[in-house]
């Protein structure tokens, strides 16, 4: 039987992902929308734990994140983990692209 954190969200949990990833902060709704463009179809329950987390952060620490500034241990320990450190990797390879675009 298939891991329950590799399942992909369901439609309702990814609208309501989107929604509570709004910012404040015009360069984190950029990256975040670019993130969602690229990965809306193929989430996983697990990856949308790690975002939810990374929404619990002040603008400043996610847009840190985002760029490489500051790491994961820098702004939170207790943010070390697999699922979060998985969709920074993912938030980060859309920034990077978004960076090349512009």
Do not use: C
């Not at 910012?23 to 939810?52: C, H, M, P």
């Not at 840190?64 to 450190?85: F, M, T, Y």
């Amino acid at each position: 039987m298939p891991n329950q954190e590799d399942a992909l969200i369901d439609e309702r949990a990814l609208s309501k992902l989107r929604w509570r990833s709004r910012r404040g902060l015009l360069e984190n709704d950029l990256f975040i929308d670019r993130f969602f463009k690229t990965y809306a179809s193929t989430l996983t329950v697990k990856q949308a734990q790690g975002l939810s987390t990374l929404m619990e952060l002040a603008d400043s620490d996610l847009l840190d994140l985002h760029l490489g500034r500051k790491s994961l241990a820098q702004v939170n320990p207790e943010l070390v983990r697999d699922d979060v450190s998985e969709v920074l990797s993912m938030l980060r390879v859309t920034t990077k692209g978004q960076n090349e675009t512009s």
